[in-house]
């Protein structure tokens, strides 16, 4: 028979142990779960509601990047510019309502300094654009005309801008026309020109 006192020292070590273990075990929890919350952060962060890198030339990038809380058409976006030969880096903070759904480069006026146009979905079915051209080390913004009194009484929206042969474009579907040339579901066609930064319409009769 073993001694009382050797008994008794076994049963405190093993005791000590499971003691041990235990105090581990629950250290270990919270520190996988603060691991997960930090990467679930991190995904967060990490995510925009619309992103765009637009190459001009090597060496010179302009991103989009947009972002916002609560209604999807609130919030603001950035204009970034990286020119790696330089190392020159610009960026333009602006605040926006409606939904970027693109963005692109023009040089509409030909006068060699890059033209950020970007789209905004503001309403279900309406569409704007921004404009902005990087000139002298900065963004200088371009203003974009609304339609004319006249245009807007036969406009429901549904308008798409598109580039042909380095020049740009919107269209829409005519609504509540009354003359018998344009029939209500035709499509009318826009002709947008830029000269000393400012911006003419002209339309385009088929």
């Not at 499971?18 to 679930?40: H, I, W, Y």
């Not at 991103?63 to 058409?73: M, T």
């Not at 939904?99 to 704007?128: C, F, H, R």
Request: net charge positive.
């Amino acid at each position: 028979m073993k001694p009382l006192k050797y008994i008794s020292q076994q049963s405190a070590l093993l005791v000590g142990l499971l003691f041990l273990f235990a105090c581990n075990t629950k250290e270990a929890v919270p520190a996988v779960n603060a691991g997960e919350d930090r990467s679930a952060v991190k995904k967060n962060a990490d995510h925009f509601a619309f992103y765009k890198d637009i190459a001009i030339k090597p060496g010179l990038n302009f991103e989009v990047v947009s972002w916002g809380k609560g209604v999807d058409s609130i919030g603001g976006y950035l204009l970034l510019m990286s020119d790696s030969t330089k190392s020159n880096y610009k960026s333009l903070s602006v605040e926006r309502e409606g939904i970027i759904t693109d963005a692109w480069n023009m040089d509409l006026d030909n006068d060699g300094n890059p033209e950020l146009y970007i789209e905004l979905q503001s309403k279900k079915t309406v569409k704007d654009l921004n404009v902005y051209e990087y000139s002298g080390g900065s963004f200088n913004k371009i203003s974009f005309p609304p339609l004319s009194s006249r245009a807007k009484k036969t406009y429901g929206g549904n308008d798409k801008f598109m580039i042909k042969n380095g020049e740009l474009f919107r269209s829409y579907p005519i609504v509540n026309s009354t003359d018998t040339a344009a029939k209500n579901g035709s499509e009318k066609m826009l002709l947008y020109r830029l000269r000393g930064n400012t911006f003419s319409i002209d339309e385009i009769t088929k």
